[in-house]
């Protein structure tokens, strides 16, 4: 493969300028902001630069590596710590600095009466950083690294305005269950050395064929609870919606754009895993197709526009899941897919930022209403995503979410058609819940305070969402003209050949926009034309109920694993604090109540522990004796 | 008429050990006739160059190996070196937290609360024997892993515990709950040997010698009675796995850790672990290696509950030495897995760990020295909230050592925890690594949770603060960070330095 020096780069700018802002301190508070907008748009100069070097080699030589040391070696096992650019990386390079130099450009200005911008863009920066390292690391340890790295420099960014203690517990909330998909990813390395012998991309694909179905399972089912918690899709999604709490534009980069994404490109990483395992690729379907439809329905329920658009984030990613699930024929697109939904649902959180500035951080919509004249940027802008998402022709998200659909309804079977109706119903609900967050917001009546004030935000804001609009117009007409992404990157996968054809593109474009009409329909029928409440009405039924609640997300993880869980610490600390020396205790406490010292207590305590000492001694004996005999 | 045969010495060999013996011996004749206002600078100069020294002559040894240095008692080899080699770095480290004598009570004999202690405070007086009762214990330790007879191990285990009761009853504040720590560890750590000696008299009644390679012999031929062999084994473990704290023998180590001088507790925390286990590790490779299938299991069932029992309990605890102390818990139960797996990569995982878990320990406690008030160290984890709004540096240092006891990438902790697990795995103990890997997850949670008490909580109002630290506690911080990130970024040269060394002589 060749050699290219110029990798680190990517990286480095970006890392550099974390650091420098970090150890500045408030030295750097003046100035602190430009930098990392500069460094961050640097690095995507580089992308941009190695796009041009890819482009003009020919297919077989577009891969570049290359090797900065060597990291661990033990025995016969070695990683080195190499960045890999391929034709899949380079996507995301692009998408990461590109929308992520806009994002920090918009911080700017949205940051800018908040006294810790500059820790607020060296965390910035730090993601950038992690998250270049995540796609361009050449095995799964040095994923790994930047998969920590993000995790990191998400919590760090969720919790930022920690004072107020809702947002630091949704901050740990995202950890935790970060963590639970952080474990598979380990399992996944662990099970792949002890198998294979191998973490790296390269190696594990050359073993994929030889290797056992049972090994290739496990580690394709570990890859996916890894991109489930990452990725915020069942049964692991409860985090996004907390994760809302940190500043808008975190939740535009991170939870919209880039970092949820993350599930997406592992999982088309590992195609060749998937590919040899067939019971996970088929789960990974499961699993996409349960939460598009899980996050459409929360959508519809959301009063507060940026859980509506989280909720809207899951369901997307769904998509993009389902897509990569489907195999050779479904990467391209679910790849499209993140791109395209990397324009306009980050250019739709920054128009929420953007009506949130505007409204004196308001975020419940049903105290909106009417913005559109006062905020007419925002609106188009807002407007070119909305209609990018719902999937209307020519705008992105009609192309990438329309192939996806087709795909799914070729893939074979009766399963085709599950998931063919699957993704087709859920593009009429989100045609329905976008079309409500588009009402309620913008075109509805007026509904809030006379003390608010709305106005359109400066410049520095508006821009990066005119250039994200412009990207939600045109990114999917371009990516798909002469399936120009699909033979892009066509040499990383192994093709199986066509699958039958079920339905035409004709037939499925045609549905989709039916489903699309009919939801936009119901929408408007529901606010539009008929008066809505500036208070959520409770008098609802039961199902609104529980969409409201997450589909009891948040019940059914404490129910299943918080409760237990803290039982059964409570009952360790009890049994090693009271149990224990509870007889003793109960002696001791004798002895403080007639007066002797504390002493006396403590002298129990080591008999207790002599006797516990004593038990282990003869349980060690009983089993070694047991597994003599 | 007896034969009495002259016993021969590799002086060269034995110049690490006694050279700190020496150090220790002049350490107290500075005790007994230097001024007193010129004891604490000249005591941890001489301390110091002792360790120095030492660490200097094994360099120079390196690379030879002898059974017979000192009459088949000790055995020097790759691995034994490594050992000592870290067990000396892990002090030399340590013992510049010793120098910070706010740590230590004015007069070790004076009554808590006496008239006397009253006094001796006033006067400013210092407990400098803690520099030679520490020498005394890194002699102890430097033979612990190197004996090869059971005597001597013996010899050498009291030698290293004997001073350590001593010191965990020195602190200066909280004088009665560091006394009564003190008497605990004596008390409980006098069982464990005697345990400890019971099993030696099995293996004696076993094999009818006390040198490993004796043993060793007897389990191959299997000549002797089994059911001695059995107890022998299982004795000789409770002595050692008392020392490194496996559950069930875990007991002493929270209070002893929440008792003892924090300085004393980083020492031994530290450096004990990487003696016992290396004590560990050179008994069941060399002597009992034949005979796994009767102590595998119970080994492995007593690994796992350690890893699990540390890690859950760990999260409910609320202070942060008591914290600490089960996570040393949950280690010893990773370190464990090193054991089971009884081959080279476990070997070489198990020592990389030691040096590793070892250094960010040191660390670690050097930080909880930093955070006072005016009653001393504040060791309530509620009161450490927001600590990095107040001084990054230091929470920034600590979170670093956490995310190492984690297992983090880029920390050493994380290279160590692969290794480990991955060698205990090669060796067919997939409990071992689904166990480890789910408790450390565990572990993180509390980990992760100190760190963001530290920098996302308020601060809270009540005069806990970060004194600034001495230049001697910085240099342990410092060093320790460093080498805990260096590990973990670029680990190969220590990695392959191990692997090359480290074997065990027969």
Same mark, same amino acid.
């Given at each position: 493969?060749?050699?290219?020096?110029?990798?680190?780069?990517?990286?480095?700018?970006?890392?550099?300028?974390?650091?420098?802002?970090?150890?500045?301190?408030?030295?750097?508070?003046?100035?602190?902001?430009?930098?990392?907008?500069?460094?961050?748009?640097?690095?995507?100069?580089?992308?941009?630069?190695?796009?041009?070097?890819?482009?003009?080699?020919?297919?077989?030589?577009?891969?570049?590596?290359?090797?900065?040391?060597?990291?661990?070696?033990?025995?016969?096992?070695?990683?080195?710590?190499?960045?890999?650019?391929?034709?899949?990386?380079?996507?995301?390079?692009?998408?990461?600095?590109?929308?992520?130099?806009?994002?920090?450009?918009?911080?700017?200005?949205?940051?800018?009466?908040?006294?810790?911008?500059?820790?607020?863009?060296?965390?910035?920066?730090?993601?950038?950083?992690?998250?270049?390292?995540?796609?361009?690391?050449?095995?799964?340890?040095?994923?790994?690294?930047?998969?920590?790295?993000?995790?990191?420099?998400?919590?760090?960014?969720?919790?930022?305005?920690?004072?107020?203690?809702?947002?630091?517990?949704?901050?740990?909330?995202?950890?935790?269950?970060?963590?639970?998909?952080?474990?598979?990813?380990?399992?996944?390395?662990?099970?792949?050395?002890?198998?294979?012998?191998?973490?790296?991309?390269?190696?594990?694909?050359?073993?994929?064929?030889?290797?056992?179905?049972?090994?290739?399972?496990?580690?394709?089912?570990?890859?996916?609870?890894?991109?489930?918690?990452?990725?915020?899709?069942?049964?692991?999604?409860?985090?996004?919606?907390?994760?809302?709490?940190?500043?808008?534009?975190?939740?535009?980069?991170?939870?919209?754009?880039?970092?949820?994404?993350?599930?997406?490109?592992?999982?088309?990483?590992?195609?060749?895993?998937?590919?040899?395992?067939?019971?996970?690729?088929?789960?990974?379907?499961?699993?996409?197709?349960?939460?598009?439809?899980?996050?459409?329905?929360?959508?519809?329920?959301?009063?507060?526009?940026?859980?509506?658009?989280?909720?809207?984030?899951?369901?997307?990613?769904?998509?993009?899941?389902?897509?990569?699930?489907?195999?050779?024929?479904?990467?391209?697109?679910?790849?499209?897919?993140?791109?395209?939904?990397?324009?306009?649902?980050?250019?739709?959180?920054?128009?929420?930022?953007?009506?949130?500035?505007?409204?004196?951080?308001?975020?419940?919509?049903?105290?909106?209403?009417?913005?559109?004249?006062?905020?007419?940027?925002?609106?188009?802008?807002?407007?070119?995503?909305?209609?990018?998402?719902?999937?209307?022709?020519?705008?992105?998200?009609?192309?990438?979410?329309?192939?996806?659909?087709?795909?799914?309804?070729?893939?074979?079977?009766?399963?085709?058609?599950?998931?063919?109706?699957?993704?087709?119903?859920?593009?009429?609900?989100?045609?329905?819940?976008?079309?409500?967050?588009?009402?309620?917001?913008?075109?509805?009546?007026?509904?809030?305070?006379?003390?608010?004030?709305?106005?359109?935000?400066?410049?520095?804001?508006?821009?990066?969402?005119?250039?994200?609009?412009?990207?939600?117009?045109?990114?999917?007409?371009?990516?798909?003209?002469?399936?120009?992404?699909?033979?892009?990157?066509?040499?990383?996968?192994?093709?199986?050949?066509?699958?039958?054809?079920?339905?035409?593109?004709?037939?499925?474009?045609?549905?989709?926009?039916?489903?699309?009409?009919?939801?936009?329909?119901?929408?408007?029928?529901?606010?539009?034309?008929?008066?809505?409440?500036?208070?959520?009405?409770?008098?609802?039924?039961?199902?609104?109920?529980?969409?409201?609640?997450?589909?009891?997300?948040?019940?059914?993880?404490?129910?299943?694993?918080?409760?237990?869980?803290?039982?059964?610490?409570?009952?360790?600390?009890?049994?090693?604090?009271?149990?224990?020396?509870?007889?003793?205790?109960?002696?001791?406490?004798?002895?403080?109540?007639?007066?002797?010292?504390?002493?006396?207590?403590?002298?129990?305590?080591?008999?207790?522990?002599?006797?516990?000492?004593?038990?282990?001694?003869?349980?060690?004996?009983?089993?070694?004796?047991?597994?003599?005999? | 008429?007896?034969?009495?045969?002259?016993?021969?010495?590799?002086?060269?060999?034995?110049?690490?050990?006694?050279?700190?013996?020496?150090?220790?011996?002049?350490?107290?004749?500075?005790?007994?006739?230097?001024? +007193?206002?010129? %004891?604490?600078? #000249? =005591?941890?100069?001489?301390?110091?160059?002792? &360790?120095?020294?030492?660490? $200097? /002559?094994?360099?120079?040894?390196?690379?030879?190996?002898?059974?017979?240095?000192?009459?088949?008692?000790?055995?020097?080899?790759?691995?034994?070196?490594?050992?000592?080699?870290?067990?000396?770095?892990?002090?030399?480290?340590?013992?510049?937290?010793?120098?910070?004598?706010?740590?230590?009570?004015?007069?070790?004999?004076?009554?808590?609360?006496?008239?006397?202690?009253?006094?001796?405070?006033?006067?400013?007086?210092?407990?400098?024997?803690?520099?030679?009762?520490?020498?005394?214990?890194?002699?102890?330790?430097?033979?612990?892993?190197?004996?090869?007879?059971?005597?001597?191990?013996?010899?050498?285990?009291?030698?290293?515990?004997?001073?350590?009761?001593?010191?965990?009853?020195?602190? +200066?504040?909280? %004088?009665?709950? #560091? =006394?009564?720590?003190?008497?605990?560890?004596? &008390?409980?750590?006098?069982? $464990? /040997?005697?345990?400890?000696?019971?099993?030696?008299?099995?293996?004696?009644?076993?094999?009818?010698?006390?040198?490993?390679?004796?043993?060793?012999?007897?389990?191959?031929?299997?000549?002797?009675?089994?059911?001695?062999?059995?107890?022998?084994?299982?004795?000789?473990?409770?002595?050692?796995?008392?020392?490194?704290?496996?559950?069930?023998?875990?007991?002493?180590?929270?209070?002893?850790?929440?008792?003892?001088?924090?300085?004393?507790?980083?020492?031994?925390?530290?450096?004990?672990?990487?003696?016992?286990?290396?004590?560990?590790?050179?008994?069941?490779?060399?002597?009992?290696?034949?005979?796994?299938?009767?102590?595998?299991?119970?080994?492995?069932?007593?690994?796992?509950?350690?890893?699990?029992?540390?890690?859950?309990?760990?999260?409910?605890?609320?202070?942060?030495?008591?914290?600490?102390?089960?996570?040393?818990?949950?280690?010893?139960?990773?370190?464990?897995?090193?054991?089971?797996?009884?081959?080279?990569?476990?070997?070489?995982?198990?020592?990389?760990?030691?040096?590793?878990?070892?250094?960010?320990?040191?660390?670690?406690?050097?930080?909880?020295?930093?955070?006072?008030?005016?009653?001393?160290?504040?060791?309530?984890?509620?009161?450490?909230?927001?600590?990095?709004?107040?001084?990054?540096?230091?929470?920034?240092?600590?979170?670093?050592?956490?995310?190492?006891?984690?297992?983090?990438?880029?920390?050493?902790?994380?290279?160590?925890?692969?290794?480990?697990?991955?060698?205990?795995?090669?060796?067919?103990?997939?409990?071992?690594?689904?166990?480890?890997?789910?408790?450390?997850?565990?572990?993180?949670?509390?980990?992760?949770?100190?760190?963001?008490?530290?920098?996302?909580?308020?601060?809270?109002?009540?005069?806990?603060?970060?004194?600034?630290?001495?230049?001697?506690?910085?240099?342990?911080?410092?060093?320790?960070?460093?080498?805990?990130?260096?590990?973990?970024?670029?680990?190969?040269?220590?990695?392959?330095?191990?692997?090359?060394?480290?074997?065990?002589?027969?």
């Amino acid at each position: 493969m060749v050699t290219n020096n110029g990798l680190v780069y990517l990286i480095a700018l970006p890392l550099f300028g974390a650091l420098s802002l970090l150890l500045l301190g408030r030295r750097a508070d003046k100035w602190g902001h430009l930098l990392a907008t500069a460094l961050s748009a640097s690095s995507f100069a580089v992308g941009l630069l190695q796009l041009s070097q890819m482009l003009g080699r020919a297919t077989e030589n577009r891969p570049v590596t290359q090797k900065l040391f060597s990291w661990i070696s033990v025995g016969s096992f070695k990683v080195d710590a190499s960045l890999l650019l391929d034709q899949l990386s380079i996507c995301f390079v692009l998408l990461i600095t590109g929308v992520g130099t806009l994002i920090h450009i918009y911080s700017i200005s949205y940051m800018s009466h908040d006294h810790d911008r500059r820790r607020f863009f060296a965390y910035l920066n730090l993601f950038i950083a992690a998250m270049l390292l995540l796609v361009l690391g050449d095995s799964y340890l040095n994923l790994y690294v930047g998969w920590e790295g993000v995790g990191l420099a998400s919590y760090l960014l969720i919790g930022f305005w920690n004072q107020k203690p809702a947002y630091a517990t949704a901050s740990k909330k995202a950890f935790v269950m970060n963590r639970i998909g952080d474990m598979g990813l380990s399992f996944a390395i662990m099970i792949a050395f002890a198998s294979l012998g191998t973490v790296s991309f390269t190696g594990v694909k050359e073993h994929a064929h030889h290797a056992s179905e049972a090994t290739m399972t496990a580690i394709g089912i570990m890859l996916l609870v890894a991109a489930v918690g990452k990725s915020a899709q069942f049964p692991l999604q409860a985090w996004l919606g907390d994760a809302m709490a940190g500043p808008t534009p975190v939740s535009a980069l991170i939870h919209a754009a880039t970092m949820v994404t993350a599930g997406v490109y592992l999982i088309v990483r590992s195609n060749f895993v998937f590919d040899a395992a067939p019971t996970a690729q088929l789960l990974v379907v499961i699993v996409g197709a349960i939460t598009l439809m899980f996050g459409a329905l929360v959508g519809t329920a959301k009063d507060d526009i940026k859980k509506a658009l989280a909720a809207s984030t899951m369901s997307q990613i769904g998509y993009m899941i389902l897509g990569a699930g489907l195999g050779p024929a479904g990467y391209a697109f679910a790849i499209m897919h993140l791109l395209t939904h990397g324009f306009f649902k980050a250019g739709m959180f920054l128009g929420a930022g953007s009506v949130m500035h505007g409204m004196n951080d308001e975020v419940n919509m049903r105290r909106y209403g009417a913005l559109r004249k006062f905020m007419p940027i925002t609106f188009i802008t807002f407007g070119f995503g909305y209609l990018a998402i719902i999937g209307v022709p020519p705008f992105a998200g009609f192309y990438s979410k329309d192939m996806l659909i087709e795909t799914a309804f070729n893939s074979g079977g009766t399963k085709a058609i599950l998931l063919g109706s699957t993704a087709l119903l859920g593009a009429a609900i989100t045609a329905f819940y976008m079309t409500r967050v588009m009402i309620l917001t913008f075109t509805s009546t007026k509904r809030w305070d006379d003390n608010q004030h709305p106005h359109e935000s400066p410049i520095l804001m508006w821009l990066p969402m005119a250039i994200l609009a412009i990207g939600s117009v045109t990114s999917g007409f371009l990516l798909s003209r002469g399936s120009a992404l699909k033979n892009w990157l066509e040499p990383l996968f192994e093709s199986h050949g066509e699958h039958e054809e079920l339905l035409s593109p004709m037939v499925v474009s045609s549905l989709a926009l039916l489903m699309v009409a009919l939801g936009v329909a119901i929408a408007v029928m529901k606010y539009q034309l008929s008066d809505v409440d500036a208070v959520a009405p409770q008098d609802v039924s039961i199902f609104t109920r529980i969409a409201r609640r997450d589909l009891l997300q948040d019940d059914i993880n404490e129910a299943l694993f918080m409760r237990p869980g803290q039982v059964l610490t409570a009952a360790l600390v009890k049994v090693d604090e009271s149990v224990v020396d509870g007889a003793v205790r109960g002696i001791g406490q004798m002895a403080i109540s007639s007066g002797s010292t504390l002493r006396r207590t403590q002298t129990g305590f080591v008999r207790s522990y002599a006797m516990l000492i004593l038990v282990g001694a003869a349980v060690l004996i009983a089993a070694i004796w047991v597994v003599t005999q | 008429m007896i034969n009495f045969v002259t016993p021969t010495l590799d002086y060269a060999l034995l110049a690490p050990i006694l050279i700190v013996l020496a150090g220790a011996l002049v350490g107290v004749l500075v005790e007994a006739f230097a001024p +007193r206002n010129s %004891r604490a600078a #000249s =005591q941890l100069f001489i301390t110091l160059a002792t &360790l120095v020294l030492s660490l $200097a /002559s094994l360099i120079r040894v390196r690379g030879k190996s002898s059974t017979a240095a000192a009459m088949d008692s000790v055995s020097f080899d790759g691995a034994g070196m490594l050992l000592q080699a870290s067990i000396l770095i892990i002090a030399i480290i340590a013992v510049f937290l010793l120098a910070d004598q706010e740590n230590f009570t004015a007069l070790a004999a004076a009554l808590p609360g006496s008239d006397e202690e009253r006094t001796s405070l006033q006067q400013d007086l210092k407990v400098t024997e803690v520099y030679p009762l520490t020498l005394f214990a890194v002699a102890g330790m430097l033979l612990f892993p190197l004996a090869t007879d059971l005597i001597t191990l013996f010899v050498a285990l009291e030698m290293l515990s004997l001073p350590l009761y001593l010191l965990a009853g020195l602190s +200066r504040r909280r %004088r009665l709950m #560091s =006394q009564e720590a003190a008497l605990k560890y004596f &008390l409980l750590g006098a069982f $464990a /040997s005697a345990f400890f000696l019971m099993g030696v008299a099995y293996l004696y009644g076993y094999s009818a010698s006390t040198t490993f390679a004796g043993i060793h012999a007897a389990v191959i031929g299997g000549a002797g009675n089994d059911i001695y062999l059995l107890l022998g084994i299982a004795f000789i473990s409770v002595g050692l796995l008392f020392k490194v704290g496996a559950v069930p023998f875990h007991a002493w180590s929270p209070d002893v850790y929440q008792g003892a001088p924090t300085a004393v507790t980083a020492f031994m925390a530290a450096a004990t672990k990487v003696a016992a286990f290396g004590a560990m590790l050179r008994i069941f490779y060399v002597s009992f290696a034949e005979a796994l299938w009767q102590w595998r299991p119970a080994l492995i069932a007593i690994a796992l509950v350690t890893m699990v029992f540390g890690s859950l309990v760990a999260i409910a605890q609320r202070d942060v030495k008591r914290m600490l102390a089960y996570s040393s818990i949950a280690h010893a139960g990773f370190l464990l897995s090193g054991v089971i797996a009884l081959n080279k990569s476990g070997l070489d995982a198990s020592i990389f760990y030691l040096f590793a878990y070892g250094v960010a320990t040191v660390g670690a406690f050097g930080v909880v020295t930093l955070v006072r008030d005016s009653a001393g160290e504040v060791t309530d984890l509620n009161r450490w909230s927001g600590l990095g709004k107040r001084s990054p540096w230091v929470a920034t240092a600590f979170s670093g050592f956490l995310l190492a006891f984690a297992g983090i990438p880029l920390t050493s902790g994380f290279i160590g925890k692969f290794s480990i697990f991955s060698a205990a795995y090669e060796s067919g103990s997939t409990a071992i690594l689904i166990t480890g890997v789910l408790s450390s997850a565990i572990a993180a949670f509390f980990y992760i949770r100190v760190i963001v008490l530290m920098f996302f909580k308020d601060p809270v109002e009540d005069g806990t603060s970060v004194v600034i630290p001495s230049i001697y506690t910085q240099i342990t911080i410092i060093v320790s960070a460093v080498v805990t990130f260096a590990l973990g970024i670029y680990p190969t040269p220590l990695i392959n330095f191990i692997q090359s060394t480290a074997s065990f002589l027969r």
